[in-house]
């Protein structure tokens, strides 16, 4: 399937408008497959998906260990593909210093079996860290050296909490920027402070989260389903009711919940990619051609006074 393709801001990068998340790839429970995980990889491939979100924290660095042999497994689908990573934060904590991101930088390579990283991210620094990250014995120097020796090509900031991620974003230091918990049909929190910045600086958005943690692929009436939403998760009536009404506007169009979620991000301008995860394959499969769905004009016009900031962020 050739799926509609953006440029990731100045990186020049043309990256797929839906990529496959991979921090809870193979785990549909409480057991990492790493069989399912790997076949999920392919899934999202064989549906021509394009870019692969990863880090170090995600499974323990299984994640990334299991999209390296996805890769290498399947060289017939590897063409193409653009991996992006992370560095400083893993299960054991966080280090944002010179050395650490070194080190995480070089964990990354191993795992994943390659000599470059096409899109590395400073992973979830608080926005206290900034000058720690940003000066001459931080995180960021070490990955501009890295970055003159080619090692890296373009060096972005990721941070879960957007209070985080703004003030990162505003330096203009980045060429790009994964934004997770800001932007959905359920939340504009990015639209405040995040969204105009990366415009401002000519950086790339990747948007996480786009689907709430599911509520936004199953609907109001899914997350009643045990083990579809999360159990961290816990939405309000009224956050549920609007779903409810979004989807009506979705049936009156024939418009996928799922389509209407993952393509509205992408219609920003500074927003070139999302990031859905997916445990299993189906769920690849399905975000994948969620994005290549046909979506006419009207629905977005008769959808947009439906789209609010609510809270829905489980802290």
Same mark, same amino acid.
């Given at each position: 399937?050739?799926?509609?393709?953006?440029?990731?801001?100045?990186? =020049? *990068?043309?990256?797929?408008?839906?990529?496959?998340?991979?921090?809870?790839?193979?785990? $549909?429970?409480?057991?990492?497959?790493?069989?399912? =995980?790997?076949?999920?990889?392919?899934?999202?491939?064989?549906?021509? @998906?394009?870019?692969? /979100?990863?880090?170090?924290?995600?499974?323990?660095?299984? +994640?990334?260990?299991?999209?390296?042999?996805?890769?290498?497994?399947?060289?017939?689908?590897?063409? =193409?593909?653009?991996?992006?990573?992370?560095?400083?934060?893993?299960?054991?904590? +966080?280090?944002? +210093?010179?050395?650490?991101?070194?080190?995480?930088?070089?964990?990354?390579? /191993?795992?994943?079996?390659?000599?470059?990283?096409?899109?590395?991210?400073?992973?979830? $620094? %608080?926005?206290?860290?900034?000058?720690?990250?940003?000066?001459?014995?931080?995180?960021?120097?070490?990955?501009?050296?890295?970055?003159?020796?080619?090692?890296?090509?373009?060096?972005?900031?990721?941070?879960?909490? %957007?209070?985080?991620?703004?003030? !990162?974003?505003?330096?203009?230091? !980045?060429?790009? &920027?994964?934004?997770?918990?800001?932007? +959905?049909?359920?939340?504009?929190?990015?639209?405040?402070?995040?969204?105009?910045?990366?415009?401002?600086?000519?950086?790339?958005?990747?948007?996480?989260?786009?689907?709430?943690? =599911?509520?936004?692929?199953?609907?109001?009436?899914?997350?009643?389903? %045990?083990?579809?939403?999360?159990?961290?998760?816990? !939405?309000?009536?009224?956050?549920?009711?609007? @779903?409810?009404?979004?989807?009506?506007?979705?049936?009156?169009?024939?418009?996928?919940?799922?389509?209407?979620?993952?393509?509205?991000?992408?219609?920003?301008?500074?927003?070139?990619?999302?990031?859905?995860?997916?445990?299993?394959?189906?769920?690849?499969?399905?975000?994948?051609?969620?994005?290549?769905?046909?979506?006419?004009?009207?629905?977005?016009?008769?959808?947009?006074?439906?789209?609010?900031?609510? /809270?829905? *962020? &489980?802290?």
């Amino acid at each position: 399937m050739d799926l509609p393709r953006k440029v990731l801001g100045r990186t =020049g *990068v043309e990256v797929t408008t839906v990529g496959l998340g991979c921090a809870w790839l193979g785990k $549909p429970d409480d057991v990492v497959d790493e069989d399912l =995980g790997v076949q999920t990889v392919w899934a999202a491939l064989e549906e021509g @998906v394009r870019l692969i /979100d990863t880090a170090p924290l995600y499974l323990g660095t299984t +994640s990334e260990r299991l999209v390296g042999r996805a890769l290498r497994e399947r060289p017939d689908l590897a063409s =193409g593909v653009v991996v992006e990573t992370k560095c400083c934060r893993h299960l054991e904590g +966080s280090d944002y +210093s010179y050395d650490a991101a070194m080190r995480s930088v070089e964990g990354s390579l /191993d795992r994943l079996g390659v000599k470059r990283l096409e899109l590395l991210y400073i992973h979830d $620094p %608080p926005k206290d860290a900034l000058e720690q990250v940003m000066g001459a014995g931080g995180a960021l120097r070490a990955l501009r050296k890295l970055q003159a020796e080619g090692v890296v090509a373009h060096i972005g900031i990721a941070s879960n909490y %957007p209070d985080d991620n703004a003030p !990162f974003v505003e330096t203009g230091e !980045f060429e790009m &920027a994964v934004v997770p918990d800001a932007f +959905s049909l359920l939340n504009q929190v990015a639209v405040e402070r995040i969204l105009p910045a990366a415009e401002r600086f000519g950086m790339g958005a990747v948007v996480a989260t786009p689907l709430e943690k =599911g509520l936004l692929a199953v609907g109001a009436q899914g997350i009643n389903r %045990p083990g579809v939403v999360p159990s961290t998760r816990h !939405f309000a009536p009224e956050v549920v009711a609007r @779903v409810a009404d979004i989807e009506e506007v979705c049936a009156r169009h024939g418009v996928s919940l799922l389509a209407a979620a993952l393509q509205f991000v992408t219609r920003h301008p500074a927003v070139a990619t999302t990031i859905p995860g997916a445990r299993r394959p189906e769920e690849a499969r399905a975000n994948a051609r969620a994005a290549g769905e046909r979506i006419p004009p009207e629905f977005w016009q008769d959808v947009q006074p439906l789209i609010a900031t609510w /809270d829905v *962020v &489980a802290r």
